[in-house]
């Protein structure tokens, strides 16, 4: 298993960034899909899931109505678009799978949220 995640960067407040994480070496499309993200100094934190087989999603509140999750099965690809960026966004942001009982994390992608 392997997530690879892109699209970070540095971004002013209000801003929007879209990241990425590439998954490979397991059937992607059969598998639920997970954001998470670590601030320093902080625990990581769960943003956003996007089940399997009807793609339905699920927000933490501090992200709700301003992050989308989204997934293209035939990319192998899930999708993170940020909107209305807040400074309180800033970390590195994670892709996560779960297969037989075992997590598997990506190396992240920073997000800097400031003007």
Do not use: H
């Not at 059937?27 to 899931?49: H, L, N």
């Not at 992050?67 to 035939?74: G, H, L, P, Q, Y």
């Amino acid at each position: 298993v392997q997530l690879v995640e892109s699209g970070g960067g540095l971004v002013q407040p209000g801003g929007s960034l879209r990241l990425s994480c590439a998954a490979s070496g397991f059937t992607f499309s059969a598998y639920t899909m997970s954001w998470y993200r670590q601030a320093p100094g902080k625990e990581r934190e769960w943003v956003a899931t996007i089940s399997s087989v009807i793609s339905s999603t699920n927000y933490a509140d501090s992200v709700r109505g301003r992050f989308t999750i989204s997934r293209d099965n035939a990319k192998n690809t899930v999708y993170l678009q940020m909107n209305s960026l807040k400074p309180e966004d800033t970390a590195v942001y994670y892709c996560k799978t779960q297969r037989n009982f075992i997590n598997y994390w990506g190396q992240g992608t920073q997000v800097t949220v400031s003007s």
